[in-house]
């Protein structure tokens, strides 16, 4: 797909979006379970699905605005939280980790450090 070519493409948009929200890999489906649980509480978001930040780069500077917005970003990633600022502008910004050592089924670690549809669509209802 030409949008998978991109690096980063928008997998869910709202005309009345109050925030846009970066996700990667495994993360997009709990930034979309997130949006949904939003949208129903009248809090839309635009969801971005960026699978290689590299490629995504490269893009024009008009490609790389109509696909970010002009709304305030956030971004998840289960680890690396860091490297996302560069959109964000700010770490707090950012539901990742930044530490390792837990084990366990991937859905109850995930529950347990928040990365659950539910648990992110709580955090960025605080913040939007």
């Known amino acids: 797909s030409t949008d998978i070519a991109s690096g980063g493409y928008l997998v869910n948009d709202s005309d009345a979006a109050l925030a846009t929200l ?3 890999g495994s993360e997009v489906s709990i930034a979309l379970e997130a949006a949904e649980t939003l949208a129903a509480q009248g809090k839309p ?3 971005v699905s960026m699978p290689c930040l590299e ?3 490269e ?3 008009a490609y ?3 696909i970010l917005g002009d709304l305030p970003i956030y971004a998840v990633e289960m680890g690396r939280p860091e490297i996302w600022c560069q959109f964000t ?3 707090d910004r950012v539901f990742g980790l930044s530490g390792f050592g837990a084990s366990g089924p991937a859905a109850e ?3 347990h450090f928040g990365f659950t549809g539910p648990q992110l669509a709580a955090r960025l209802a605080q913040q939007i």
Do not use: E
Request: a positive charge; hydrophobic letters at 50%; zero cysteines.
């Open 22 to 24: 970066i996700a990667t």
């Open 45 to 47: 978001i635009r969801v």
């Open 55 to 57: 490629r995504f780069l």
């Open 59 to 61: 893009n024009d500077d």
């Open 64 to 66: 790389r605005a109509a």
């Open 89 to 91: 502008g700010r770490l």
């Open 109 to 111: 670690v995930a529950k």
